[in-house]
């Protein structure tokens, strides 16, 4: 079975870190077809569109896309893309490695956050000259479909449920929707679930990031302190990121194009690495995403490094030491 992949290097170390994700998958004997499409501020520059239709067209029509990074066409880049495949979830893993300065270097977590309202759903008003408005939705199908992801996801031995997150003692009708809905799934399916505050959780995951292990929340909540637990990982550099449709799924690393080391070849891979371990998880690789995982792993821990870890290595020396271990 081929799998149609449409692959998006976008801009800045997008061109340098995507080349490297597609010679790690190329090196399985997996059937994939790599189409290349353009998006970001450099096209944008040449034809005035930053995400052209063709772009778009492929991304809901490929079986997965991998995306590098865009700059300041972001927002009309990659939202546009979530909404190609229909994108209800945001899976976004916090892991410390080896190897790796961290904050605490015992964190392991997994954010599944909803990814289509919530207060972005772009509902925004001025009303008058003072006073402006937002109307934040959160709906019971999104909730749910939301909830039913993550209890697939947690399935197996690995998981012990989910930490539900939210503020529903607040925000009583649009969180205390979010909370019953994703608690009545899981408790129909059998899923263990705790419930968190989400100012609660942003002290407790601090403090001891080991109590928690996949964090269901909604959109605001899932940006924000999944970009906390990047901290405490040690940065955006090395986290990967997954936009998941019902049929399809745009992978991305959470960093974005480094305008500071663009084009001198010293990009740490990593991040755009793992996300492709992700993207085989998603079309049913298991054993090679782990596989990839594990030599990520290894290659953060015994080198060679680039210049964000503290060594000299360049991008293609990191991408080359990776494919060796696998
Ligand atoms: P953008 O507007 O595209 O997000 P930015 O200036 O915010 O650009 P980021 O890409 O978010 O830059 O990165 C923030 C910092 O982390 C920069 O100093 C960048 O060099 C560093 N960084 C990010 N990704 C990587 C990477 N893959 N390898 C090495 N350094 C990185
Ligand atoms: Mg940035």
């Avoid at 010679?23 to 450099?42: C, K, N, Q, R, Y």
């Amino acid at each position: 079975m081929t799998h149609e992949i449409a692959v998006i290097p976008g801009d800045g170390i997008g061109q340098e870190v995507t080349p490297a994700a597609i010679e790690v998958l190329e090196s399985f004997p997996i059937d994939f077809e790599f189409v290349e499409a353009e998006a970001g501020d450099a096209v944008l520059a040449e034809t005035g569109e930053a995400l052209p239709q063709e772009t778009y067209d492929l991304a809901a029509s490929a079986d997965a896309t991998l995306f590098g990074a865009v700059g300041e066409t972001a927002a009309d880049v990659i939202l546009p893309l979530r909404t190609a495949v229909d994108s209800f979830v945001n899976i976004r893993p916090a892991k410390a490695y080896p190897g790796v300065d961290a904050v605490r270097p015992e964190t392991d977590l997994v954010f599944l956050r909803e990814n289509t309202e919530g207060v972005y759903s772009g509902l925004e008003d001025r009303l008058t000259q003072d006073v402006s408005t937002l109307t934040r939705v959160v709906t019971e199908s999104a909730s749910k479909r939301l909830a039913e992801f993550a209890c697939d996801y947690v399935a197996g031995d690995e998981h012990d449920g989910f930490s539900i997150v939210h503020k529903a003692n607040v925000m009583r009708e649009t969180d205390g929707l979010f909370r019953d809905t994703v608690r009545d799934v899981a408790e129909e399916q059998g899923v263990e679930t705790n419930e968190v505050l989400m100012d609660a959780f942003a002290t407790r995951v601090c403090l001891d990031p080991e109590q928690f292990d996949v964090v269901v929340c909604p959109n605001l909540a899932g940006d924000v302190l999944s970009d906390l637990a990047a901290g405490l990982v040690g940065g955006l550099g090395l986290l990967p990121s997954a936009n998941i449709g019902p049929e399809r799924a745009v992978f991305e690393p959470v960093h974005g194009t480094a305008p500071d080391i663009a084009g001198e070849g010293i990009a740490n891979p990593a991040a755009m690495i793992l996300s492709t371990a992700m993207l085989l998880e998603y079309l049913g690789y298991e054993a090679e995403s782990a596989a990839v995982d594990d030599a990520v792993e290894a290659t953060l821990e015994e080198g060679p490094r680039t210049a964000d870890l503290g060594g000299d290595a360049s991008t293609d020396d990191v991408t080359e030491a990776i494919i060796d271990r696998l």
